[in-house]
Nanobody, 124 residues
Framework: QVQLVESGGGLVQAGGSLRLSCAAS????????MAWFRQAPGKEREFVAA????????YYVDSVKGRFTFSRDNAKNTMYLQMNSLKPEDTAVYYC?????????????????WGQGTQVTVSS
């Protein structure tokens, strides 16, 4: 079992920055596919970024490319999402997820473990 806990969400003005963290416990996740998803009110959960394993390629949804940066710290069993140039449309609950495989997927059902989510609100 893997437990995931997100932190770092909050309220920020458009153009601002936030850094989300996702701390994993229970198992080392360096060989797990890890991802960030987000879900806005009334919308489906949306893929944001993912990485197949520490050191592998990183994938982003087009709407965040150039603004968000995914990273992992194996020593801390933690992954991060640095979010810059935030826009009101980035407002959502952000979730981290882990899959007990190295295959990156943009589909939520492909992930076995989920955090509780952290709210990000961007005001205009």
């Amino acid at each position: 079992q893997v437990q995931l806990v997100e932190s770092g969400g909050g309220l920020v003005q458009a153009g601002g920055s936030l850094r989300l963290s996702c701390a994993a416990s229970g198992r080392t996740v360096s060989n797990y596919a890890m991802a960030w998803f987000r879900q806005a009110p009334g919308k489906e959960r949306e893929f944001v970024a993912a990485n197949s394993w520490s050191g592998g390629n990183i994938y982003y949804v087009d709407s965040v490319k150039g603004r968000f940066t995914f990273s992992r710290d194996n020593a801390k069993n933690t992954m991060y999402l640095q979010m810059n140039s935030l826009k009101p449309e980035d407002t959502a609950v952000y979730y981290c997820a882990a899959a007990s495989s190295v295959v990156v997927s943009r589909r939520p059902p492909s992930y076995d473990y989920w955090g509780q989510g952290t709210q990000v609100t961007v005001s205009s």
